[in-house]
């Protein structure tokens, strides 16, 4: 039995699912404090709720999948960003707080994605053609 697989599962949903939705909440709220909101930024952010709010394992597989996803983009584009940076006292400092805060987004939607496969197991649902 592996570590993941010791984890109790709604644990697996909920801590991932509350750490998306505070930080759509967070971008809402910036956004609405820096001068407006726009449409699309909304709908991008309102993404983050999808695992709170609708707990299916569609959902959770999905959005562990597409967060993955962009969170790996990021986390890709921002090392090369703070590489070309230059290195200074705070900026070393700032390095690792970004880099520890896309670290724990990568790991919250391979959880995400973890519960999901999880759940769709514990359904029984099987991709086996008869």
Same mark, same amino acid.
């Given at each position: 039995?592996?570590? $993941?697989?010791? %984890?109790?599962?709604?644990?697996? $949903?909920?801590?991932?699912?509350?750490?998306?939705?505070?930080?759509?909440?967070?971008? %809402?709220?910036?956004? &609405?404090?820096? =001068? #407006? $909101?726009?449409?699309?930024?909304?709908?991008?952010?309102?993404?983050?709720?999808?695992?709170?709010?609708?707990?299916?394992?569609? $959902?959770?597989?999905?959005?562990?999948?597409?967060? #993955?996803?962009?969170?790996?983009?990021?986390?890709?584009?921002?090392?090369?960003?703070?590489?070309?940076?230059?290195? !200074?006292? #705070?900026?070393?400092?700032?390095?690792?707080?970004?880099?520890?805060?896309?670290?724990?987004?990568?790991?919250? !939607?391979?959880?995400?994605?973890?519960? =999901? !496969?999880?759940?769709?197991?514990?359904? #029984?649902?099987?991709?086996? &053609?008869?």
């Amino acid at each position: 039995m592996t570590f $993941i697989q010791r %984890i109790p599962l709604k644990y697996l $949903i909920y801590i991932p699912s509350a750490y998306f939705a505070l930080l759509g909440a967070y971008d %809402i709220i910036s956004d &609405i404090l820096n =001068g #407006g $909101i726009k449409t699309e930024n909304l709908l991008f952010n309102l993404i983050f709720f999808l695992p709170l709010v609708f707990r299916r394992w569609y $959902i959770l597989l999905s959005c562990g999948v597409v967060f #993955g996803v962009f969170w790996i983009w990021q986390f890709t584009v921002g090392s090369f960003l703070l590489m070309d940076a230059g290195t !200074s006292y #705070g900026n070393v400092w700032r390095s690792l707080a970004l880099w520890l805060f896309l670290l724990a987004s990568m790991l919250c !939607s391979f959880m995400l994605y973890h519960a =999901g !496969s999880r759940l769709k197991a514990s359904l #029984g649902i099987t991709h086996r &053609i008869n």
